[in-house]
């Protein structure tokens, strides 16, 4: 069916930690060529949502010997199942949206996605060719990437877009090559993940369940209501997401959250959150 693949350069940090997402392709040849730029540039970890076809002779033949590439990639069926074990999401975007989000050029983007691949999981989103991620999906980044085209004929196709991605990401790879290991005296720790850190990152799946609680305690104490929301929620995802919270921190809040529900008297029986590890008296307190 395809053209038996090249080896795949060994870089284990970019390949199991940084992951190319793919949001409803189309056309499964750009599924290819996306494969194809990956493998250019030392990148196999390949996530598909709910593409419209694939695998097929198409993308295989568009993806020029990186058949390995599509061989081990991944079909999930939602988005948040791709970026559920991830500590740092970004989405590719054009600016100018309604509530403006933090947003870099692919060179600051590739420094951030290659410094946080050491500490987990890194997403990197591309979305559907005709109109790219939705302002839904786009709220689920941390930071929005955008690729600063020509603005009078500014739309690239998906593989391109992958490309300059990929390429950035490549560069950081070098660099990191000729600079060897640093001391770990000089480096900084200013969030989870860093060496020195006392808690793990918050994965995605943790992140959403307490914008999921937070959003439900609003309404039980009448604060938010869900069919006049404004910009309420996306707001309160901006600030948090930027806060960058490690495991205890979600567990914290959500303690928080349920002591206010039991406190209004809207706490549903079984639905108690049960944190994954209890803070201590200390923990819980300056």
């Known amino acids: ?26 056309h499964s040849g750009n599924i290819g060529a996306v494969a194809r730029a990956m493998k250019n540039m030392g990148l196999g970890n390949l996530w598909l949502v709910n593409p419209s076809s694939f695998p097929d002779e198409a993308s295989y033949a568009r993806s020029a010997g ?33 509530v403006p989000w933090p947003v870099m050029a692919p060179p600051q983007a590739a420094a951030m996605a290659s410094e946080h691949s050491a500490k987990g999981r890194v997403a990197l989103v591309f979305g559907r060719e005709n109109h790219g991620l939705s302002n839904d999906e786009l709220q689920r980044c941390h930071y929005h990437i955008h690729i600063p085209s020509n603005p009078d004929y500014s739309s690239l196709n998906l593989a391109m877009a ?8 490549r560069m950081q790879y070098l660099r ?65 997401q930027r806060a960058r919270m490690d495991e205890m921190e979600i567990n914290i809040l959500r303690g928080v959250l349920s002591a206010v529900q039991k406190a209004a008297g809207t706490q549903q029986s079984g639905k108690k959150h049960k944190p994954t590890a209890e803070p201590s008296a200390d923990e819980g307190r300056e």
């Not at 599509?70 to 740092?88: G, M, N, P």
């Not at 104490?221 to 929301?229: A, E, L, Q, S, Y």
Request: aromatic share 6%; with cysteine.
């Open 176 to 240: 990191g090559l000729e600079e060897g290991e640093s001391s770990a005296y000089l480096e900084a720790m200013v969030a989870p993940g860093d060496n020195g850190w006392d808690v793990p990152p918050a994965t995605v799946n943790d992140v959403e369940g307490f914008f999921g609680h937070l959003e439900q305690v609003l309404v039980d104490v009448n604060f938010h209501r869900r069919d006049n929301p404004r910009q309420l929620m996306s707001r309160l995802r901006r600030l948090f």
């Open 66 to 98: 990186a058949s390995d590439v599509l061989d081990r990639a991944r079909v999930v069926s939602s988005l948040d199942e791709a970026l559920a074990d991830c500590i740092l999401v970004m989405g590719t975007s054009a600016r100018g949206r309604k």
């Open 1 to 26: 069916m395809h053209k038996h693949a090249m080896p795949q350069e060994g870089s284990d940090t970019f390949n199991d930690q940084v992951r190319i997402v793919l949001v409803e392709t189309s």
């Open 162 to 169: 992958v490309q300059v991605i990929c390429y950035e990401l």
